[in-house]
């Protein structure tokens, strides 16, 4: 079996069994996390960093982990909403004037976290480059039409999202998303969670090993969407971009240590970040029924996947969070080999998110 380090209550020996399995069978390197109420009972990884399997995944490894990065966009909007300053039941364009161009004014802030909003995809193809160039990837944006009805259909909006949101959140807050997360959420949690990547954390990155099939989130689901391939993460200028849709870096400890904001009532570790009525808004449905881009069916909320009153997401590849408000149990499974065996992702983080329930 897998030699696996950190720290588990043994309430939660279920979870180092399926984190261990998950190395012997399919990982290269793996971390997995779980926090109850809002305190780590689960902080564990193994494996190795690099594909050769010479260098050790360490405590304080991190690698990309794509669309789980939506989680912490989606936060850092319901915070702005608890304190007041957005409103997200209001029109895009209150914040951002120049979305409302092209029958975009009934487009609400809900609906983008909602992924109802009309532009799963750029109109205009769209560059990789480009997605690293702010005013040119919101400012395509905000030219073009919506392709639905805004409300009525769901639509995954892989790379869109982040940028809509991004920009709201700029747009109120005068800072970037990747500052404001990091100066908003990540510094006061102490959280090892970044969007836009400082050269000084280079060293501690396990790059990306991409699937040898692939079922991509991220490369074009229509004509507008760059070609994005899994090794992109791998570059330089992927890692400093602020992509917030996508180009997050962490470890499985910092994903549920955030997260575990919306589990434990808006409080973790003595710094709190959303009132209990604001956790609440997550679990607003946006919408439930078959998504048209993933095929498949999904309930959206407030920027989260819903089941019942446990809120979730995951990354291209594997890496997952769920949050479940009634039990205060937000377990993360964070590694650096994709698997990809369909658009919903695998079971690698199912397995370690069902053995974290045999602990509570």
């Known amino acids: 079996m897998a030699q696996l380090e950190g720290t588990c209550d043994p309430r939660f020996d279920a979870v180092r069994d399926a984190l261990a399995a998950s190395l012997d069978n399919d990982d290269v390197g793996a971390s997995a996390a779980v926090f109850l109420h809002g305190e780590p009972v689960v902080d564990l990884w193994g494996g190795y960093a690099d594909e050769a399997r010479t260098r050790p995944w360490e405590r304080d490894t991190i690698t990309a982990v794509f669309s789980t990065t939506k989680t912490m966009t989606a936060l850092c909007a319901l915070i702005l909403a608890d304190r007041g300053e957005l409103d997200l039941d209001a029109p895009v364009a209150r914040y951002w004037p120049e979305f409302a161009a092209a029958g975009k004014e009934g487009v609400l802030v809900r609906h983008v976290l909602g992924h109802t909003a009309g532009l799963p995809t750029w109109e205009k193809p769209l560059t990789v480059e480009q997605l690293y160039d702010w005013p040119t990837a919101t400012g395509l944006l905000a030219e073009q039409a919506p392709s639905t009805e805004p409300g009525a259909v769901g639509a995954y ?197 069902m053995a974290a329930y045999s602990g509570v």
């Open 157 to 353: 909006h892989a790379v869109t999202q982040g940028f809509l949101i991004g920009e709201v959140v700029r747009r109120v807050t005068g800072r970037g998303l990747g500052r404001f997360f990091a100066e908003e959420v990540a510094g006061p949690l102490g959280a090892d969670f970044h969007i836009g990547l400082a050269a000084e954390h280079d060293h501690r990155v396990a790059p990306v090993i991409p699937a040898t099939t692939t079922v991509p989130e991220l490369e074009a689901r229509g004509p507008g969407n760059p070609h994005i391939l899994a090794d992109t993460a791998n570059t330089e200028a992927w890692r400093r971009a602020d992509i917030p849709s996508a180009g997050g870096f962490g470890n499985a400890r910092s994903v549920a240590a955030v997260q575990a904001v919306l589990a434990s009532g808006g409080e973790v570790g003595g710094v709190r970040l959303l009132s209990a009525a604001g956790c609440e808004r997550a679990l607003e449905e946006q919408f439930a029924g078959e998504d048209q881009v993933l095929g498949a069916p999904v309930r959206y909320g407030m920027g989260y996947a819903l089941r019942g009153r446990v809120c979730s997401w995951g990354g291209w590849g594997g890496s997952v969070v769920t949050a479940d408000l009634d039990t205060g149990l937000t377990v993360a499974y964070v590694m650096n080999r994709m698997l990809e065996q369909g658009p919903m992702g695998d079971d690698r983080g199912l397995s370690v998110v």
